[in-house]
């Protein structure tokens, strides 16, 4: 919801009545799962199967409109905090989704896993690396899965790998720059978020693509992740294509 006073373009729409500006990367925090589940009655465990559901049909739909990059928090570096049962029930839908992904291969999709695997269970973390072999050739659209993901520990890896290639001389430490920097990043060669998308009504990133989002566009909605369709998301990009981006220009 941009402030009144901010510059606003009219959008330009196109025959399928999408504004034509459409961002070139959306991030998606999926969050509301677990009120989703509670205000029904049912456990947590409920709200995150309906979440996966409606991923499946946000990301057919991404793919229909022509996005080029979809980034989705699944699983932060923070949720193994949760109770284990919870985190169970996360990773089985993972594990689910990870031996059902064909009509994302068919579709040419691109599909890249960023966050730390070396903790994840060891069939999850194969599974991933696996499909990101099968699908590296293809560019219609990349899918970028956030799991055991956080923005904080994403730099401190790129810092540890930049730190070594100094010490073995093939950098100079001066010749750092912001590039050398996202080169680093689990997201190295994909572009910034353009637009980052947080239903349920809590308004912060959450550890999520700090770096990415220097410049992204922010869009809150009090609406909860597994109700966030199609029409909201059109929502979303209606108001993105209102916005006035200068990066720091005027
Ligand atoms: C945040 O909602 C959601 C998560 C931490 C998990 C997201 C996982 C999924 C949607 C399912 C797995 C996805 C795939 C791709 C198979 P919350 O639980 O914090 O909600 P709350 O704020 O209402 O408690």
Same mark, same amino acid.
């Given at each position: 919801?941009?402030?009144?006073?901010?510059?606003?373009?009219?959008?330009?729409?196109?025959?399928?009545?999408?504004?034509?500006?459409?961002?070139? $990367?959306?991030?998606?925090?999926?969050?509301?799962?677990?009120?989703?589940?509670?205000?029904?009655?049912?456990? %947590?465990?409920?709200? $995150?199967?309906?979440?996966a559901?409606?991923f499946h049909?946000?990301?057919?739909?991404?793919?229909?409109?022509?996005?080029?990059?979809?980034?989705?928090?699944v699983?932060?570096?923070?949720?193994?905090? %949760?109770?284990?049962?919870?985190?169970?029930?996360?990773?089985n839908l993972l594990w689910e989704y990870l031996n059902d992904c064909?009509?994302y291969?068919?579709?040419?999709?691109?599909?890249?896993?960023?966050?730390?695997?070396?903790?994840?269970?060891? %069939?999850?973390?194969?599974r991933?690396?696996?499909l990101?072999?099968?699908?590296?050739?293809?560019?219609?659209?990349?899918?970028?899965l956030?799991?055991?993901?956080?923005?904080?520990?994403?730099?401190? $890896?790129?810092?540890?790998?930049?730190?070594?290639?100094?010490?073995?001389?093939?950098?100079?430490?001066?010749?750092?720059?912001?590039?050398?920097?996202?080169? $680093?990043?689990?997201?190295?060669?994909?572009?910034?978020?353009?637009?980052?998308?947080?239903?349920?009504?809590?308004?912060?990133?959450?550890?999520?693509?700090?770096?990415?989002?220097?410049?992204?566009?922010?869009?809150?909605?009090?609406?909860?992740?597994?109700?966030?369709?199609?029409?909201?998301?059109?929502?979303?990009?209606?108001?993105?294509?209102?916005?006035?981006?200068?990066?720091?220009?005027?």
């Open positions: 919801m941009a402030l009144p006073f901010l510059k606003k373009s009219p959008p330009k729409t196109t025959a399928a009545g999408l504004p034509e500006n459409l961002p070139q $990367h959306i991030g998606f925090i999926m969050d509301g799962n677990g009120r989703w589940a509670t205000k029904r009655g049912m456990p %947590r465990k409920f709200g $995150h199967r309906e979440g559901k409606n049909d946000i990301t057919r739909y991404c793919r229909s409109i022509g996005i080029r990059n979809i980034s989705f928090y699983f932060s570096t923070e949720n193994w905090k %949760r109770p284990q049962e919870e985190v169970d029930a996360i990773m064909d009509e291969l068919e579709q040419e999709v691109r599909m890249i896993f960023i966050g730390d695997k070396s903790r994840l269970p060891e %069939r999850i973390a194969k991933m690396v696996e990101e072999q099968d699908s590296a050739k293809y560019d219609k659209m990349n899918l970028i956030a799991i055991n993901y956080g923005g904080r520990d994403e730099l401190k $890896h790129a810092a540890q790998l930049i730190a070594q290639e100094v010490k073995d001389g093939k950098l100079e430490a001066a010749d750092i720059t912001e590039q050398t920097i996202a080169d $680093h990043l689990y997201t190295a060669g994909l572009p910034d978020v353009d637009l980052l998308i947080r239903p349920s009504g809590e308004l912060r990133l959450s550890n999520f693509l700090i770096w990415q989002c220097a410049y992204a566009e922010y869009y809150f909605t009090n609406v909860l992740w597994p109700d966030f369709n199609r029409e909201e998301l059109n929502k979303a990009l209606v108001d993105f294509s209102t916005r006035g981006r200068r990066f720091g220009g005027v």
